[in-house]
C-alpha cells in the first residue's frame, strides 16, 4: 500500500497559474509622404490607412501644385503681354510698357480656380465611385481625398518642368504679329489673347497642355492602385475612373484659348 502524499508534495503537484504577458499596444505609424504615391501607390495606401492619416495631412501638395499652375501659366503669358503692350504704345496708343498687374493677377487665379475645381471633382466623384463599388452593409471609410491630394505631387512637377522651359525659351520664339497687337487698341481683353498667340507657339505651351491632360489621367491611374492597397478592393477603380472625364473636360476647357490660338497659328 503506498504511503500517501505529503501536504507540501501535493500543494508543489498543483498546477501554478502564470501570469500572461500583456500585450503592447502599437505605436502608432507615421504618415507616408506624398510622394510616395508616385514610386508606390499600393504601399502609400495601405500606409495611410494603417496611420489614420486625416485629410488635412495632404492638403499642402494641392496648394502647390495650384499656386504653380497659376504662375507657370501666368509666366508663359507673360512675354507676350509684354510684347503686345509694348507694340501697342510704339503705334501710338498711348498704352504703358508693361500691361496691367489685374491681368497678371487674373491668370494666376484662373489657373488656382482650374486646380481647385479638379480637385473637387477627383474628391467628390471619387468618394461617389468608392461607394458605388462597396458592398452594401459595410461602413469603412477609405482614404479617398487623402489618396487624391497625394497624387497633385504630379501637377507640381509639370508645372516646375513648365517653369524651366518658359526660362529656357528664347526671345525669337515669343514672335508677335505686330498688326495683331495694334488692333488691340490697348484693351486688355485683346492684348491677352495677342499673347496667346504668342505663347501657342512655344514649345513650354505645348507641354503644359499636353502633360495638364497625361497628368491628370495618371493622377487618377495611381488613385485606383492607391485605394486598392488601401483595401477598397472592387470600389477602387470606380473611386479612380469616375473622376476622369470630368476633370479631363475642366483642363480642355482651360486651356481652350491656348490651344485655338496655337491651331490657328498653325503651330
Known amino acids: 500500500m503506498p504511503a500517501p502524499r505529503s501536504r507540501a508534495s501535493a500543494r508543489s503537484s498543483k498546477p501554478r497559474n502564470k501570469p500572461q504577458p500583456q500585450a503592447q499596444p502599437q505605436a502608432p ?21 494603417r496611420s489614420g492619416a486625416g485629410v488635412g495631412e495632404y492638403w499642402l501638395p494641392v496648394l502647390v501644385a495650384a499656386l504653380l499652375s497659376g504662375l507657370s501659366y501666368a509666366l508663359l503669358l507673360r512675354p507676350g503681354l509684354n510684347l503686345a503692350a509694348q507694340a501697342a504704345h510704339t503705334a501710338g496708343q498711348g498704352v504703358k510698357l508693361t500691361p496691367p498687374l489685374l491681368t497678371h493677377v487674373t491668370n494666376v487665379f484662373g489657373s488656382v480656380f482650374l486646380t481647385a475645381l479638379t480637385f473637387g471633382l477627383m474628391w467628390g466623384l471619387g468618394l461617389l465611385g468608392s461607394r458605388l463599388g462597396t458592398a452594401a452593409g ?21 508645372s516646375v518642368l513648365t517653369l524651366v ?30 499673347a496667346l498667340v504668342s505663347a501657342a507657339q512655344t514649345p513650354a505651351a505645348l507641354v503644359l497642355v499636353l502633360g495638364s491632360l497625361l497628368v491628370t ?3 487618377c491611374v495611381l488613385a485606383g492602385r492607391a485605394l486598392r492597397g488601401a483595401g477598397a478592393g472592387a470600389g477602387s477603380w470606380p473611386a479612380a475612373l469616375l473622376p476622369l472625364l470630368p476633370a479631363l473636360l475642366v483642363q480642355l476647357l482651360g486651356f481652350l484659348p491656348l490651344l485655338v490660338a496655337r491651331l490657328t497659328t498653325g503651330g
Request: aromatic letters at 6%.
Open 165 to 194: 522651359l518658359v526660362l529656357l525659351t528664347p526671345a525669337a520664339s515669343w514672335a508677335l504679329d505686330p498688326a495683331r497687337a495694334t488692333a488691340a487698341h490697348g484693351a486688355p481683353l485683346a492684348l491677352q489673347r495677342a
Open 138 to 158: 459595410e461602413t469603412r471609410r477609405l482614404p479617398v481625398p487623402q489618396v487624391f491630394s497625394a497624387t497633385f505631387t504630379l501637377p507640381i512637377l509639370l
Open 217 to 219: 489621367a495618371a493622377q
Open 29 to 49: 505609424t507615421s504618415a507616408p509622404l506624398p510622394a510616395e504615391v508616385l514610386t508606390r501607390p499600393e504601399a502609400f495606401g495601405a500606409a495611410v490607412v
